[in-house]
């Protein structure tokens, strides 16, 4: 029976304070609001290439423009404090399933990242050298959690779900849904990776934990995933591969674009 789901305050997450800089072995993850004043979603919206403009502009509803305005602007601001690139001038492409990463040459030690958003929010994972995923979800997100689970979860998964208590049942839907879909994206080959193929830990854990599973076309063997508490209502995790590696929150306050950190990699 699974009883510990913890909810962290979001004051547990710094805020943003010193230069930026990553050192390989570590990860660092960025929460931000998705919500956004026109002062700073005028900023971010200067540092899309006209193709990211034109992409956000298709969205019919005015917040969805902003959320993918926030989300794409966001994610240069953050690559560019790590490079030194300017947000604008970033260069990203998209892997052999896009999956979003940033071109060649332009930080000395090749950096990966993930994007993940649900609701209001947004989770930002950045590493040197390894594969990465990290997925956010708002607990406002599914109304047929039971038909979710019972396709996506394992049988063990499954049945810790449906003996939670009801109180409890979101809470635990969203750890292991989180869980999963942070492997999902670390290992970038979407549903090539059945989601009921591999387990995830029963409990949150800080501390990285092994999964084992197998990925098409992929040499890496080792994954680990680890919960994020990023606020209430809200279920995040993280996966890396490779090694159990210490992670590092931050959160994407109003400092941070009037004071824009610098780094080096
Ligand atoms: C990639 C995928 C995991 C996205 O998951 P999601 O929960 O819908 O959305 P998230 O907000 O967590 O992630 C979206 C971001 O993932 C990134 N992404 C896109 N393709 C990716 C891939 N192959 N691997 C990893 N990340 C990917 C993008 O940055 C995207 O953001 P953007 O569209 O704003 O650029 C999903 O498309 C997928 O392939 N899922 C397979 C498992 C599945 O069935 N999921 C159902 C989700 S309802």
């Not at 005028?42 to 990211?52: D, F, H, K, P, V």
């Not at 300017?86 to 040459?105: M, N, S, Y």
Request: with cysteine; net charge negative; glycine share 6%.
């Amino acid at each position: 029976m699974v009883t510990a789901w913890r909810t962290v305050p979001e004051s547990s997450w710094p805020d943003y304070t010193e230069p930026l800089r990553l050192p390989d072995g570590e990860v660092h993850v960025w929460l931000a609001s998705l919500d956004q004043p026109d002062s700073v979603l005028g900023i971010l919206r200067q540092s899309l290439t006209a193709t990211e403009q034109a992409r956000v502009d298709r969205y019919v509803r005015a917040v969805s423009r902003q959320q993918a305005t926030v989300s794409r602007g966001v994610l240069r601001h953050l690559l560019s404090a790590y490079t030194g690139i300017p947000a604008g001038q970033v260069r990203l492409g998209e892997g052999p399933h896009q999956k979003p990463l940033l071109c060649d040459g332009q930080a000395a030690v090749p950096l990966m990242f993930n994007v993940s958003h649900s609701g209001a929010r947004l989770l930002i994972a950045v590493i040197c050298h390894r594969e990465i995923g990290v997925d956010i979800e708002s607990f406002s997100r599914f109304t047929d959690m039971a038909g979710v689970a019972k396709r996506s979860f394992s049988r063990r998964e499954f049945a810790i779900w449906a003996a939670a208590d009801p109180a409890d049942q979101a809470a635990v839907f969203f750890h292991f849904w989180s869980h999963k879909e942070s492997v999902i994206k670390a290992c970038g080959r979407g549903l090539l990776v059945p989601l009921d193929s591999f387990e995830t830990p029963a409990e949150p854990s800080d501390h990285p934990t092994p999964v084992y599973l197998s990925v098409p076309d992929s040499d890496e063997t080792n994954w680990f995933v680890r919960v994020l508490d990023p606020c209430p209502g809200y279920a995040a995790a993280v996966c890396m591969a490779g090694a159990a590696l210490p992670v590092t929150m931050y959160q994407v306050t109003a400092s941070f674009f009037e004071r824009p950190p610098r780094a080096f990699v």
